[in-house]
């Protein structure tokens, strides 16, 4: 499935669903241990929830970031990370069963990878209307959380970045909505700029 845009969308701004949501996860800050620099306070760490929870300006209901500065505010308010990623990663990392949210993220996506995806676009899920602002950028929490730290460097040669949305309208997301794209961004793909950004890793 690497790379692959599942059915039944075309992903065209033409109201069809050109995804879904495969799990919605959240987490609160908690401590991580880190090579270097000890035990520091990390949002990382989001797990499975059932039901809907509400996605508001600056994050969804239950999940919060330890520094704002890097995750989270308006327009990193819910972090999407790709499903068809997971086959690659448990590859590349020899391990099996890797549990949804591993990432970072709140939505697991499948339909969707950083090649399809423009920034600027703008997707209905649920009752909420969210817009693509950038890809995500390695980090050294992201390494410590995995267990690998040469993760920061495996992550940027992948290109699998996923990437954050701010919150055009607030409103209710859970596991199983369908992405709807409503409005195509006019941006370069994720892809483009993650690459771009990470000096044509």
């Known amino acids: 499935m690497d790379g692959a845009v599942t059915e039944p969308g075309s992903g065209a701004a033409d109201g069809l669903p050109a995804g879904r949501v495969v799990s919605l996860n959240v987490g609160v800050p908690q401590p991580l241990m880190t090579p270097g620099k000890g035990e520091v306070l990390s949002g990382i760490v989001k797990v499975p929830v059932t039901g809907r929870r509400r996605v508001v300006r600056h994050n969804v209901d239950g999940d919060g970031q330890a520094d ?5 505010g308006e327009m990193k308010a819910v972090y999407a990370y790709p499903y068809e990623h997971y086959g690659f990663w448990s590859r590349e990392l020899a391990r099996q069963g ?3 949210g591993l990432f970072g993220e709140n ?3 499948e339909g969707l990878v950083e090649a399809d995806v423009r ?3 703008r997707f209905g899920i649920g009752t909420a209307l969210l817009e693509v602002t950038q890809p995500r950028q390695p980090c ?3 390494a410590a959380h995995i267990g690998r730290p040469d993760f920061p460097k495996l992550f940027a040669r992948s290109g699998r970045s996923g990437w954050y949305l701010r919150v055009v309208e607030e409103g209710e997301i859970g596991a199983g909505d369908w992405i709807v794209r409503e409005v195509a961004g006019a941006g370069p793909t994720v ?3 993650f690459r771009e950004t ?3 890793e």
């Open 68 to 72: 704002p500065r890097v995750h989270g």
């Open 98 to 100: 890797l549990p949804m």
């Open 107 to 109: 939505l697991t996506t």
């Open 119 to 121: 920034i600027g676009d």
């Open 140 to 142: 050294f929490k992201l």
């Open 191 to 193: 892809l483009e700029l």
């Open 198 to 200: 990470m000096g044509g």
